[in-house]
């Protein structure tokens, strides 16, 4: 299907509407490791996908699959609950939809959050990545179709899609807290299935440091529209083949419990530590 700006402005219009006029300054995709995050958001308005008109509806396991508006650390924010994946059937331009609704409703930043494979073996799980840049080696892209110039242009930079100045502060927030914090290249897979160790050999050599399924098609829709990314990443396995052992998502979850109380407040410390739009 091509999609057009009138699409994407059906459901901003809605969650304009029913939020009496909320306009936030941040959007934050909330991954696993994070999913109960919004809960600190104050005075909430939440909003179901199933809800919002031209909106997609989250299957994966865990993801709750709702829009909650509110403030966190002074931020106007515009936090999904949920988020969607190409594993879970949707194409890639399907999955331009939440970035760009988010970029209608006036956001500015964008926090994206996931749990990943350390393919970077001084890596352990537990520990935290802020993503410096990413490899997604399939052509595919959520850009492609007719390009929306309300957008963003048909061929556009991604040289500095993960912010600087985002990373930085992330980075230097390393200090408040017990989780190891790197800074590295997170290699995109399609997923459901993990990676074969061959791959994740591959990604290696490749200049990968963390393997997962999600972040991508929002950072680049992010891009194309202009909006600063900063994206973290939970080490929440090490990837195929680096331990003698087979991967299992149960793994996955119990490590992003493990950590959930820490990682929660690392990220509300770089909450605070960015710069409010509004205040
Ligand atoms: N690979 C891909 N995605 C993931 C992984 C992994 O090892 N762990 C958590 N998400």
Redesign the pocket.
Known sequence: MAYTYDYYKRSADYIREVSGGFQPDMGIVLG?GLGEYDRNVENPIVIPYGDIPNFLVSTAPDHAGRLILGTIQGHKVCCMSGRFHSYEGYSFDELAAPVRVMKLLGIKKLILT??????NTSYQAGDIMVIKDHIKLMGLSPLAGPNIPEFGKRFFDVGNMYDKDLRRIALDCAGTTSLRIHEGVYFF?A?PQ??SPAE?RAARILGGD?????TVTEALTAAHCGIPVLGLS???????GVLDQP?T?E??TETSLRVAGAFEKYFTEILRRIPCESC
């Open positions: 696993t996931n749990a990943a494979g350390a393919i897979f997923g993990y990676e994740i963390a393997a997962g399924m999600s939970v080490m929440t396995n090490m990837a195929a991967l998502s793994e996955v």
